[in-house]
């Protein structure tokens, strides 16, 4: 089943929903889990959301799940040694079949991501309140629908290059930060049938993912991401289309 077959994009939201039920600093900004609160937003855009968390039975990444979710998006940090392998497989196959991926903030030292990348996805770091600015680099791309030439985040936790990442197929944004670091904050990508979208902002102690231009992107992201209508795709032995003479 595909988005076509659906009068909505059905979304997963998957948290590994650790900093939230320990973190006061945490739980300020986010008292339901980072999930909620991307779970939230999505459906005031009319998407169909579901969430999902690490320490569910199968991380709540069951094949039935899955099987049912165009787009889904990926927020860990703390825990990404406890997400099963197994699941990682399961997770990479629906790509490559065509399921949109979201990759947020500190994802991008995921299991997946780094799967999908085949590269460390490594970088630079440090949490000292940098403004961050955001600079759109491909105007016109849908994932920058009604953004201007830049949108400001006033204190994020600043990534650095060099981001340890193939060239992205498209890079959406470029990132500046007052300690004078810049990053490759917006990076598209296709494996098999399926779209990743990497979206650096969103460290988990600043109340990131209720900005209004993080939330635009994010759904414009989701829409981008959505499966593209079509046939399966066949493999193996396969016997001549044309006749032979």
């Known amino acids: 089943m595909t988005a076509s077959s659906s009068t909505k994009l059905r979304v997963t939201v ?27 937003f999505l459906s005031e855009a009319g998407l169909e959301v579901r969430t999902a968390t690490l320490d569910e039975p199968e991380h709540g990444l069951t094949q039935e799940v899955l099987d049912s979710t165009d787009v889904l998006t990926w927020w ?35 299991k997946i991501f780094r799967k999908l990348m085949g590269t460390t996805c490594d970088l630079k770091w ?3 309140g940098d403004r961050e600015r ?6 016109g791309h849908p994932i920058t629908e009604g953004l201007g030439d830049y949108f400001e985040i006033e204190e994020e936790e600043m990534y650095g290059e060099h981001f ?28 098999g049938r399926g779209k990743i979208f ?14 209004k231009d993080v939330q635009r992107v994010i759904v414009n992201g989701v829409h981008w991401a959505a499966p593209t209508p079509g046939l399966p795709r066949v493999f193996g032995n396969t016997p001549a289309l044309e006749g032979s003479k």
């Not at 590994?16 to 999930?35: L, M, N, T």
């Not at 703390?78 to 079949?97: C, F, N, P, Q, T």
């Not at 902002?201 to 209720?210: D, K």
């Open 198 to 211: 990497y979206f650096r902002p969103g460290h988990e102690t600043l109340p990131t993912y209720h900005n």
């Open 76 to 110: 860990g940090h703390m825990a990404h040694g406890d997400v099963s392998d197994d699941i990682v497989e399961r997770v990479y196959k629906r790509v490559l079949d065509g399921m949109g991926l979201i990759v947020l903030h500190s994802g991008h030292f995921s």
């Open 134 to 139: 955001l600079w759109v680099v491909a105007p």
């Open 164 to 191: 340890d990442i193939p060239a992205p197929e498209t890079l959406v944004f470029i990132s500046w930060f007052t300690g004078g670091e810049v990053f490759r904050s917006g990076a598209c990508y296709t494996r």
């Open 126 to 128: 440090r949490e000292s």
């Open 14 to 40: 998957w948290n590994e929903f650790r900093h939230e039920r320990h973190s006061e600093e945490v739980q300020k900004h986010y008292p339901e889990g980072i999930h909620k609160t991307i779970a939230g």
